[in-house]
């Protein structure tokens, strides 16, 4: 699922433009948005680095959604990622340190590994 705190038009484009096809939460008032720690930084967002990256992403003529200005919310969020399971139990945080950070495949089936394996060995552990 992904969560966003824009509009329903903003939402609705992105999902089109990027062929997201997981179904999208729309948290206006951040609260889920805040209860994972998440928040804004200008420093973070426009770190040198960070916009170094962005431009040889476009160079390398990669596509970027292409938002109308006036679908732009808070352009300094900080999102993250986050693995929970079916009870809503967290199996990975990963709050972004900047817009570029991300949890590698690995370490997300890392943590959907983990929990099966836990949850496996629990139901074994309970047979008499």
Same mark, same amino acid.
């Given at each position: 699922?992904?969560?966003?705190?824009?509009?329903? $038009?903003?939402? @609705?484009?992105?999902?089109?433009?990027?062929?997201?096809?997981?179904?999208?939460? /729309?948290?206006?008032?951040?609260?889920?948005? =805040?209860?994972?720690?998440?928040? &804004?930084?200008?420093?973070?967002?426009?770190? #040198?680095?960070?916009?170094?990256?962005?431009? $040889?992403?476009?160079?390398?003529? =990669?596509? #970027?959604? *292409?938002?109308? +200005? =006036?679908?732009? $919310?808070?352009?300094?969020?900080?999102?993250?990622?986050?693995?929970? *399971?079916?009870?809503?139990?967290?199996? /990975?945080? +990963?709050? &972004?340190? !900047?817009?570029?950070? =991300?949890?590698? /495949?690995?370490?997300?089936?890392?943590?959907?590994?983990?929990?099966?394996?836990?949850?496996?060995?629990?139901? !074994?552990? @309970?047979?008499?």
């Amino acid at each position: 699922m992904v969560v966003s705190f824009g509009s329903v $038009e903003g939402a @609705q484009l992105w999902l089109e433009q990027t062929g997201c096809t997981f179904e999208m939460l /729309l948290d206006s008032q951040k609260k889920v948005y =805040r209860s994972f720690g998440l928040g &804004s930084s200008f420093s973070k967002v426009l770190k #040198f680095g960070c916009l170094m990256q962005l431009s $040889e992403f476009s160079a390398a003529d =990669r596509d #970027f959604p *292409d938002f109308p +200005h =006036r679908l732009l $919310e808070d352009i300094y969020q900080l999102g993250g990622d986050f693995l929970l *399971d079916e009870t809503g139990k967290v199996l /990975l945080s +990963h709050p &972004s340190k !900047n817009p570029l950070d =991300r949890p590698s /495949l690995k370490d997300v089936l890392q943590a959907a590994e983990d929990d099966y394996t836990s949850s496996y060995e629990d139901k !074994n552990e @309970q047979k008499p």
